[in-house]
Protein backbone atom coordinates (compact mmCIF):
# COMPACT_ATOMS: atom_id res chain seq x y z
CA UNK A 1 0.00 0.00 0.00
CA UNK A 2 1.23 3.61 -0.71
CA UNK A 3 1.08 5.78 1.95
CA UNK A 4 0.79 9.88 1.78
CA UNK A 5 -0.76 13.25 3.61
CA UNK A 6 -2.26 13.90 0.45
CA UNK A 7 -2.77 11.90 -2.78
CA UNK A 8 -3.80 13.78 -5.58
CA UNK A 9 -6.09 12.54 -8.71
CA UNK A 10 -5.38 13.02 -11.99
CA UNK A 11 -2.05 14.94 -13.35
CA UNK A 12 -3.09 16.84 -16.03
CA UNK A 13 -3.44 20.91 -15.70
CA UNK A 14 -4.61 20.96 -12.14
CA UNK A 15 -3.02 17.79 -10.66
CA UNK A 16 0.13 18.71 -11.98
CA UNK A 17 0.05 22.05 -10.55
CA UNK A 18 -0.87 20.96 -7.16
CA UNK A 19 1.73 18.01 -6.93
CA UNK A 20 4.20 20.23 -7.97
CA UNK A 21 3.09 23.19 -5.34
CA UNK A 22 2.47 20.52 -2.48
CA UNK A 23 6.19 19.16 -3.10
CA UNK A 24 7.07 22.93 -2.49
CA UNK A 25 5.83 22.56 0.83
CA UNK A 26 7.66 19.90 1.83
CA UNK A 27 4.29 17.46 1.84
CA UNK A 28 4.68 13.75 1.69
CA UNK A 29 2.43 13.98 -1.71
CA UNK A 30 1.72 10.90 -4.54
CA UNK A 31 -0.10 12.24 -8.13
CA UNK A 32 -2.05 9.27 -9.94
CA UNK A 33 -3.30 9.14 -13.37
CA UNK A 34 -4.61 6.42 -15.58
CA UNK A 35 -2.33 7.43 -18.35
CA UNK A 36 1.31 9.06 -18.68
CA UNK A 37 0.99 12.83 -18.80
CA UNK A 38 1.77 15.03 -20.38
CA UNK A 39 -0.57 13.42 -23.12
CA UNK A 40 -3.64 13.76 -25.14
CA UNK A 41 -6.39 11.92 -23.65
CA UNK A 42 -7.92 14.50 -21.61
CA UNK A 43 -8.16 18.40 -21.64
CA UNK A 44 -4.29 19.48 -21.54
CA UNK A 45 -2.90 19.04 -24.92
CA UNK A 46 -2.26 20.19 -28.28
CA UNK A 47 1.10 22.52 -28.06
CA UNK A 48 -0.71 25.78 -26.93
CA UNK A 49 -3.32 27.21 -24.89
CA UNK A 50 -4.29 30.85 -24.86
CA UNK A 51 -3.31 32.66 -21.77
CA UNK A 52 -5.24 36.25 -21.17
CA UNK A 53 -4.70 38.15 -18.02
CA UNK A 54 -7.97 40.23 -18.05
CA UNK A 55 -10.94 37.70 -17.95
CA UNK A 56 -14.06 38.60 -19.16
CA UNK A 57 -15.70 35.53 -18.06
CA UNK A 58 -15.56 37.27 -14.08
CA UNK A 59 -13.36 39.55 -11.97
CA UNK A 60 -13.26 36.65 -9.59
CA UNK A 61 -10.45 35.02 -12.19
CA UNK A 62 -7.54 37.63 -13.27
CA UNK A 63 -5.99 37.19 -9.60
CA UNK A 64 -5.39 33.60 -10.38
CA UNK A 65 -4.07 34.32 -14.25
CA UNK A 66 -1.66 37.20 -13.04
CA UNK A 67 -0.74 34.56 -10.35
CA UNK A 68 0.05 31.90 -12.93
CA UNK A 69 1.86 34.39 -14.84
CA UNK A 70 4.00 34.93 -12.02
CA UNK A 71 4.48 31.21 -11.15
CA UNK A 72 5.14 30.31 -14.91
CA UNK A 73 7.92 32.62 -14.94
CA UNK A 74 9.19 30.94 -11.64
CA UNK A 75 9.22 27.48 -12.96
CA UNK A 76 11.44 28.79 -16.21
CA UNK A 77 13.79 29.84 -14.09
CA UNK A 78 13.93 26.64 -11.90
CA UNK A 79 13.91 23.98 -15.11
CA UNK A 80 15.22 26.57 -17.68
CA UNK A 81 12.10 25.32 -19.79
CA UNK A 82 10.29 28.19 -22.17
CA UNK A 83 6.76 27.65 -20.96
CA UNK A 84 4.93 31.00 -21.91
CA UNK A 85 5.26 33.17 -24.77
CA UNK A 86 4.18 36.54 -24.09
CA UNK A 87 3.18 37.47 -27.98
CA UNK A 88 -0.03 39.44 -26.99
CA UNK A 89 -3.61 38.57 -27.26
CA UNK A 90 -6.06 40.32 -29.24
CA UNK A 91 -9.76 39.76 -28.75
CA UNK A 92 -12.14 40.84 -31.99
CA UNK A 93 -16.03 41.79 -32.06
CA UNK A 94 -18.11 43.12 -34.46
CA UNK A 95 -18.27 46.77 -33.18
CA UNK A 96 -21.91 47.97 -31.33
CA UNK A 97 -22.75 43.81 -31.51
CA UNK A 98 -22.79 42.25 -27.64
CA UNK A 99 -21.80 38.73 -28.58
CA UNK A 100 -21.36 36.71 -25.63
CA UNK A 101 -19.18 33.98 -24.50
CA UNK A 102 -18.35 31.21 -22.11
CA UNK A 103 -21.75 32.18 -20.71
CA UNK A 104 -21.23 35.64 -20.45
CA UNK A 105 -22.94 38.31 -22.52
CA UNK A 106 -21.07 41.25 -24.26
CA UNK A 107 -17.71 39.19 -23.22
CA UNK A 108 -15.75 41.91 -25.11
CA UNK A 109 -16.88 45.04 -22.84
CA UNK A 110 -16.63 42.83 -19.59
CA UNK A 111 -13.31 41.35 -20.86
CA UNK A 112 -11.64 45.68 -20.93
CA UNK A 113 -13.57 46.22 -17.82
CA UNK A 114 -11.69 43.44 -16.00
CA UNK A 115 -8.07 44.85 -17.45
CA UNK A 116 -9.50 48.69 -16.13
CA UNK A 117 -10.43 46.94 -12.28
CA UNK A 118 -7.09 45.03 -12.06
CA UNK A 119 -4.78 47.28 -13.83
CA UNK A 120 -3.74 45.41 -16.54
CA UNK A 121 -2.18 46.99 -19.05
CA UNK A 122 -4.50 47.03 -22.66
CA UNK A 123 -4.97 48.77 -25.62
CA UNK A 124 -8.84 49.24 -27.40
CA UNK A 125 -8.24 49.20 -31.06
CA UNK A 126 -10.67 50.00 -34.32
CA UNK A 127 -10.86 47.50 -37.24
CA UNK A 128 -8.03 50.36 -39.06
CA UNK A 129 -5.72 50.05 -36.26
CA UNK A 130 -5.83 46.23 -35.94
CA UNK A 131 -5.67 45.49 -39.97
CA UNK A 132 -2.48 48.09 -39.78
CA UNK A 133 -0.88 46.08 -36.44
CA UNK A 134 -1.83 42.60 -37.64
CA UNK A 135 -1.80 42.49 -41.49
CA UNK A 136 -2.48 38.69 -41.20
CA UNK A 137 -6.27 38.84 -40.57
CA UNK A 138 -8.73 39.71 -43.27
CA UNK A 139 -10.83 42.52 -41.77
CA UNK A 140 -14.33 43.80 -42.71
CA UNK A 141 -13.62 46.95 -41.22
CA UNK A 142 -16.77 46.78 -38.70
CA UNK A 143 -14.27 44.65 -36.01
CA UNK A 144 -13.45 46.28 -33.00
CA UNK A 145 -10.78 44.96 -30.57
CA UNK A 146 -8.99 44.76 -27.45
CA UNK A 147 -5.43 44.13 -27.52
CA UNK A 148 -3.07 43.08 -24.32
CA UNK A 149 0.33 42.68 -24.67
CA UNK A 150 1.49 40.41 -21.42
CA UNK A 151 -1.29 38.03 -23.42
CA UNK A 152 -0.33 35.18 -25.20
CA UNK A 153 0.09 31.49 -24.91
CA UNK A 154 1.51 28.61 -22.92
CA UNK A 155 2.89 25.16 -23.86
CA UNK A 156 0.75 22.76 -22.06
CA UNK A 157 2.55 19.70 -22.40
CA UNK A 158 6.00 21.54 -21.45
CA UNK A 159 3.78 23.08 -18.11
CA UNK A 160 2.51 19.82 -17.17
CA UNK A 161 6.06 17.88 -17.58
CA UNK A 162 8.14 20.69 -16.15
CA UNK A 163 6.14 20.57 -13.10
CA UNK A 164 5.99 17.02 -12.48
CA UNK A 165 10.19 16.50 -13.04
CA UNK A 166 10.12 19.40 -10.18
CA UNK A 167 7.29 17.49 -7.99
CA UNK A 168 9.48 14.21 -8.03
CA UNK A 169 12.67 16.19 -7.60
CA UNK A 170 11.28 17.64 -4.94
CA UNK A 171 10.21 14.11 -2.98
CA UNK A 172 6.90 13.49 -4.60
CA UNK A 173 5.82 10.41 -5.75
CA UNK A 174 3.98 10.17 -9.53
CA UNK A 175 1.82 7.17 -10.47
CA UNK A 176 1.07 6.69 -13.57
CA UNK A 177 -0.90 4.00 -15.61
CA UNK A 178 -2.91 3.66 -13.01
CA UNK A 179 -6.74 4.17 -12.34
CA UNK A 180 -8.36 4.88 -9.15
CA UNK A 181 -11.52 2.77 -9.09
CA UNK A 182 -13.17 4.05 -5.71
CA UNK A 183 -12.57 6.10 -2.79
CA UNK A 184 -13.71 6.01 0.53
CA UNK A 185 -13.11 7.17 3.99
CA UNK A 186 -10.97 4.58 6.29
CA UNK A 187 -11.17 5.83 9.62
CA UNK A 188 -8.99 9.08 10.09
CA UNK A 189 -7.94 8.64 6.06
CA UNK A 190 -9.11 8.26 2.78
CA UNK A 191 -8.43 4.70 0.95
CA UNK A 192 -8.24 4.42 -3.02
CA UNK A 193 -8.74 1.27 -3.74
CA UNK A 194 -7.07 1.64 -7.59
CA UNK A 195 -6.32 -1.38 -10.43
CA UNK A 196 -2.74 -1.78 -9.17
CA UNK A 197 -1.76 -0.82 -5.63
CA UNK A 198 -3.84 1.22 -3.19
CA UNK A 199 -3.25 4.30 -1.72
CA UNK A 200 -4.12 5.69 1.78
CA UNK A 201 -3.86 9.57 2.34
CA UNK A 202 -5.15 11.62 5.13
CA UNK A 203 -6.61 13.68 2.26
CA UNK A 204 -7.49 13.56 -1.67
CA UNK A 205 -7.25 16.20 -4.20
CA UNK A 206 -9.54 14.98 -7.33
CA UNK A 207 -8.07 16.59 -10.26
CA UNK A 208 -9.80 14.18 -12.94
CA UNK A 209 -11.23 16.57 -15.67
CA UNK A 210 -13.47 14.52 -17.13
CA UNK A 211 -13.53 11.66 -15.20
CA UNK A 212 -14.32 13.64 -11.91
CA UNK A 213 -17.93 13.11 -11.79
CA UNK A 214 -18.11 9.68 -12.10
CA UNK A 215 -15.36 9.07 -9.30
CA UNK A 216 -17.43 11.73 -6.74
CA UNK A 217 -20.32 11.11 -7.88
CA UNK A 218 -23.82 12.81 -6.29
CA UNK A 219 -24.33 16.27 -7.54
CA UNK A 220 -20.78 16.29 -9.03
CA UNK A 221 -21.48 13.84 -11.44
CA UNK A 222 -24.96 15.95 -12.48
CA UNK A 223 -22.91 18.86 -12.56
CA UNK A 224 -19.68 18.24 -14.44
CA UNK A 225 -20.68 17.58 -18.07
CA UNK A 226 -17.61 15.90 -20.37
CA UNK A 227 -18.00 17.80 -24.27
CA UNK A 228 -16.09 16.72 -27.05
CA UNK A 229 -14.06 19.84 -28.72
CA UNK A 230 -11.98 19.60 -31.93
CA UNK A 231 -8.42 21.64 -32.34
CA UNK A 232 -7.89 22.01 -35.94
CA UNK A 233 -4.21 22.98 -38.05
CA UNK A 234 -4.53 24.69 -41.05
CA UNK A 235 -0.94 25.21 -43.32
CA UNK A 236 -0.34 28.88 -44.21
CA UNK A 237 1.31 30.39 -47.04
CA UNK A 238 3.51 32.45 -45.34
CA UNK A 239 4.80 31.26 -42.16
CA UNK A 240 6.59 34.41 -41.45
CA UNK A 241 3.06 36.61 -41.36
CA UNK A 242 2.03 34.57 -38.48
CA UNK A 243 5.16 34.21 -36.37
CA UNK A 244 4.42 35.12 -32.64
CA UNK A 245 4.66 39.22 -32.65
CA UNK A 246 3.83 39.46 -35.60
CA UNK A 247 0.40 37.76 -35.14
CA UNK A 248 -1.22 37.04 -31.10
CA UNK A 249 -2.87 35.08 -29.89
CA UNK A 250 -6.70 35.77 -30.42
CA UNK A 251 -10.54 35.37 -29.69
CA UNK A 252 -12.51 36.31 -32.70
CA UNK A 253 -16.45 36.94 -32.71
CA UNK A 254 -17.54 37.59 -35.95
CA UNK A 255 -21.32 37.46 -35.21
CA UNK A 256 -24.09 38.24 -32.96
CA UNK A 257 -24.53 34.71 -31.23
CA UNK A 258 -22.29 32.35 -29.47
CA UNK A 259 -21.19 30.44 -31.98
CA UNK A 260 -19.91 32.63 -34.23
CA UNK A 261 -16.44 32.58 -32.93
CA UNK A 262 -13.19 31.35 -33.28
CA UNK A 263 -10.00 31.32 -31.43
CA UNK A 264 -6.34 30.33 -32.62
CA UNK A 265 -2.54 31.28 -32.09
CA UNK A 266 0.64 32.37 -33.79
CA UNK A 267 2.59 29.57 -36.21
CA UNK A 268 5.26 27.59 -34.03
CA UNK A 269 8.87 28.16 -35.82
CA UNK A 270 8.89 25.57 -38.50
CA UNK A 271 4.86 24.52 -38.46
CA UNK A 272 3.80 26.24 -41.55
CA UNK A 273 0.58 25.96 -39.92
CA UNK A 274 -1.85 27.69 -38.03
CA UNK A 275 -3.91 26.22 -34.90
CA UNK A 276 -7.54 27.08 -34.63
CA UNK A 277 -10.70 26.01 -33.02
CA UNK A 278 -14.17 26.26 -32.04
CA UNK A 279 -16.17 25.04 -29.07
CA UNK A 280 -19.36 23.37 -28.77
CA UNK A 281 -21.83 22.36 -25.68
CA UNK A 282 -24.69 21.74 -27.39
CA UNK A 283 -23.07 17.00 -26.89
CA UNK A 284 -21.97 15.51 -23.85
CA UNK A 285 -19.81 12.27 -23.69
CA UNK A 286 -18.14 9.96 -22.04
CA UNK A 287 -14.70 9.88 -21.74
CA UNK A 288 -13.89 5.97 -21.61
CA UNK A 289 -15.88 5.86 -24.99
CA UNK A 290 -15.12 9.09 -26.57
CA UNK A 291 -14.59 8.79 -30.42
CA UNK A 292 -11.19 10.74 -30.82
CA UNK A 293 -10.94 10.59 -34.49
CA UNK A 294 -11.71 13.58 -36.02
CA UNK A 295 -13.73 13.28 -39.60
CA UNK A 296 -12.19 15.80 -42.32
CA UNK A 297 -15.90 16.90 -42.84
CA UNK A 298 -15.27 18.55 -39.51
CA UNK A 299 -12.32 20.30 -40.43
CA UNK A 300 -14.22 21.22 -44.22
CA UNK A 301 -16.44 23.20 -41.94
CA UNK A 302 -14.57 24.69 -39.37
CA UNK A 303 -12.63 26.12 -42.38
CA UNK A 304 -16.03 27.31 -44.59
CA UNK A 305 -17.79 28.50 -41.52
CA UNK A 306 -14.43 30.52 -39.10
CA UNK A 307 -11.57 30.54 -41.20
CA UNK A 308 -12.30 31.41 -44.73
CA UNK A 309 -11.42 35.10 -45.61
CA UNK A 310 -10.31 35.85 -42.24
CA UNK A 311 -6.84 34.35 -42.09
CA UNK A 312 -4.77 35.55 -44.55
CA UNK A 313 -3.23 32.49 -47.02
CA UNK A 314 -4.71 30.03 -44.82
CA UNK A 315 -5.12 26.38 -46.82
CA UNK A 316 -8.75 24.48 -46.54
CA UNK A 317 -6.61 21.38 -46.17
CA UNK A 318 -5.88 20.74 -42.78
CA UNK A 319 -2.45 19.43 -42.13
CA UNK A 320 -4.14 17.97 -38.80
CA UNK A 321 -6.85 17.58 -35.87
CA UNK A 322 -7.04 16.43 -32.67
CA UNK A 323 -10.08 15.93 -30.27
CA UNK A 324 -9.71 16.91 -26.67
CA UNK A 325 -12.09 17.10 -23.53
CA UNK A 326 -13.81 19.76 -21.88
CA UNK A 327 -15.68 18.87 -18.73
CA UNK A 328 -17.88 21.88 -18.01
CA UNK A 329 -20.42 23.27 -15.59
CA UNK A 330 -23.80 24.45 -16.59
CA UNK A 331 -22.86 28.71 -16.33
CA UNK A 332 -18.76 27.98 -17.76
CA UNK A 333 -17.60 28.55 -14.04
CA UNK A 334 -15.29 26.46 -12.12
CA UNK A 335 -15.56 24.13 -9.03
CA UNK A 336 -12.92 24.24 -6.52
CA UNK A 337 -13.52 23.59 -2.65
CA UNK A 338 -13.29 21.13 0.22
CA UNK A 339 -16.30 19.18 -0.31
CA UNK A 340 -19.06 19.52 2.18
CA UNK A 341 -19.90 15.81 2.26
CA UNK A 342 -16.66 14.70 2.98
CA UNK A 343 -13.92 17.48 4.39
CA UNK A 344 -10.85 15.11 3.29
CA UNK A 345 -11.82 15.39 -0.43
CA UNK A 346 -10.74 19.16 -2.49
CA UNK A 347 -12.49 19.35 -6.01
CA UNK A 348 -9.88 20.99 -8.60
CA UNK A 349 -12.07 20.13 -11.18
CA UNK A 350 -13.49 21.36 -13.66
CA UNK A 351 -12.72 24.02 -16.06
CA UNK A 352 -15.28 24.49 -18.45
CA UNK A 353 -12.85 25.03 -20.96
CA UNK A 354 -10.88 28.14 -20.30
CA UNK A 355 -8.94 26.45 -16.95
CA UNK A 356 -5.37 26.03 -18.50
CA UNK A 357 -4.50 30.13 -18.16
CA UNK A 358 -5.35 29.61 -14.42
CA UNK A 359 -3.64 26.49 -13.28
CA UNK A 360 -0.07 27.46 -11.85
CA UNK A 361 -2.27 29.36 -9.03
CA UNK A 362 -4.31 27.06 -9.22
CA UNK A 363 -2.57 24.17 -7.75
CA UNK A 364 -0.54 26.87 -5.39
CA UNK A 365 -4.25 27.77 -3.86
CA UNK A 366 -5.29 23.91 -3.54
CA UNK A 367 -2.12 23.18 -1.62
CA UNK A 368 -2.71 26.20 0.66
CA UNK A 369 -5.67 25.26 1.08
CA UNK A 370 -4.96 21.46 2.00
CA UNK A 371 -1.90 22.22 4.25
CA UNK A 372 -2.50 25.23 6.09
CA UNK A 373 -6.90 24.92 5.87
CA UNK A 374 -7.03 28.58 3.67
CA UNK A 375 -5.61 29.60 0.27
CA UNK A 376 -4.38 32.92 -0.13
CA UNK A 377 -6.56 33.93 -2.81
CA UNK A 378 -9.99 33.77 -2.97
CA UNK A 379 -11.72 30.37 -4.21
CA UNK A 380 -15.39 31.45 -2.78
CA UNK A 381 -16.83 31.82 -5.99
CA UNK A 382 -16.26 28.36 -7.41
CA UNK A 383 -18.37 26.26 -5.45
CA UNK A 384 -20.11 22.95 -6.47
CA UNK A 385 -23.53 24.06 -4.07
CA UNK A 386 -24.29 27.09 -6.35
CA UNK A 387 -25.34 24.49 -8.78
CA UNK A 388 -27.55 22.73 -6.82
CA UNK A 389 -30.88 24.28 -7.19
CA UNK A 390 -30.44 23.68 -11.26
CA UNK A 391 -29.48 20.09 -10.44
Same mark, same amino acid.
Given at each position: ?275 ? %??? #?? &????? /?????? =???? !? $?? +? ?63 ? %??? #?? &????? /?????? =???? !? $?? +????
Amino acid at each position: MIRADIAVIGLGAMGAATLYQLARMGVSAVGIDRYAPPHSLGSSHGETRITRLAVGEGQEYAPLVIRSHQLWRQLEAETDEALLEACGFLMMAPRGVHTGHHGKTDFLNKTIGVAQRHGIAHETLDAAQIAARFPCFGLTGEEEGYFEPDGGFVYPERCIAAQLRRAQALGARVVTGTRVLTMRRDGGAMLLETDAEPVLADQVVVAAGAWAGGLIGGLAQQVLVPRRQVLHWFAVEDEAAYAPGACPSYIWMHGARPEDYFYGFPSLPGSGTVKV %ASE #QY &ASACD /PDTVDR =AVDP !A $NS +AAMFAEHVRGRLTGARAQPSRAESCLYTVTPDSNFVIERLAEEERVILASPCSGHGFKHSAAIGE %AIA #QL &AVRGK /PELDLS =AFRL !A $NY +APAA
